[in-house]
């Protein structure tokens, strides 16, 4: 922001230093605005459309800050009450969206869906250094189906637990590909907000709250 020939630095918005700096860049706008008019050259005077522009566009600034500090205030109190509700999925075991999954003591179960009647479905496990791992043909008719994963590779060798992706694809009548949805299985070990979202953690797996479909208790000794 500039007034006559000066250069203001406009505060970041967000929280209280927004606020400060405001008050700081405005007490110096009317001082340089007082002494202006104090030395102004009396033939030619401050013109009041001048002044008046001067005071809308800090104004203007004024209220951005001040909205902007309102929105932060509401994103915080949402966030709060995300992180209540989402204690109650602790313990709880659900299904969310994703094209990973959690490899734990030998084993790891996903879910899969398929728009239509398949000729042909395979589902393949993929370690973090993009290496397919196993690859297993699966259930090819429409629905919804599940998958466990005996934690053996393609070799036969048990694999180390961890996070692992996976990818589910299915091919119909003349190799046309039809439509999946997968996802991963697990229990809820944790919560956290990052930057601001809610997160489930599943062990090692994380999630969003938007990503959850279904929700079930959790099996004795699962």
């Known amino acids: 922001m500039e007034v006559n020939g000066v250069a203001f630095k406009?505060?970041?918005?967000?929280?209280?230093?927004?606020?400060?700096?405001?008050?700081?860049?405005f007490d110096t706008f009317l001082a340089l605005l007082t002494t202006q008019m104090r030395n102004q050259d009396p033939l030619d005077p401050m013109k009041s459309e001048?002044?008046?522009q001067q005071l809308v566009q800090f104004s203007a600034v004024e209220q951005a800050i001040n909205t902007n500090s309102k929105l932060d205030k509401l994103l915080q109190l949402q966030n709060g009450s995300q992180l209540n509700?989402?204690?109650s999925y602790?313990?709880?075991?659900v299904e969310v969206l994703s094209d990973q999954l959690l490899l734990k003591d030998g084993s790891s179960k996903i879910t899969y869906g398929l728009?239509?009647?398949?000729?042909?479905?395979?589902?393949?496990?993929?370690n973090e250094d993009g290496?397919?791992?196993?690859?297993?043909?699966?259930?090819?008719?429409?629905?919804?189906?599940?998958y466990v994963w005996d934690g053996r590779d393609k070799n036969g060798n048990t694999a180390p637990d961890g996070v692992y992706n996976f990818t589910v694809i299915a091919v119909g009548p003349n190799?046309?590909?039809?439509?999946?949805?997968?996802?991963?299985?697990?229990?809820?070990?944790?919560?956290?907000?990052?930057?601001?979202?809610?997160?489930?953690?599943?062990?090692?797996?994380?999630?969003?709250?938007?990503?959850?479909?279904?929700?079930?208790?959790?099996?004795?000794?699962?």
């Not at 602790?90 to 075991?93: E, L, V």
């Not at 290496?131 to 699966?138: G, H, I, K, S």
């Open 90 to 93: 602790i313990g709880k075991t």
């Open 10 to 25: 406009e505060p970041t918005t967000g929280g209280t230093n927004a606020t400060t700096g405001l008050a700081d860049t």
């Open 115 to 126: 728009d239509g009647k398949a000729n042909k479905t395979t589902i393949k496990i993929i």
């Open 175 to 222: 190799d046309k590909t039809i439509d999946t949805v997968s996802a991963a299985v697990g229990v809820v070990t944790g919560i956290e907000a990052v930057d601001g979202t809610v997160t489930l953690n599943i062990g090692e797996l994380g999630a969003t709250l938007d990503k959850i479909f279904a929700v079930r208790e959790t099996a004795s000794g699962a």
């Open 50 to 52: 001048e002044f008046t």
């Open 85 to 87: 509700s989402a204690v």
């Open 131 to 146: 290496d397919t791992v196993r690859t297993v043909d699966a259930n090819t008719a429409s629905g919804r189906h599940e």
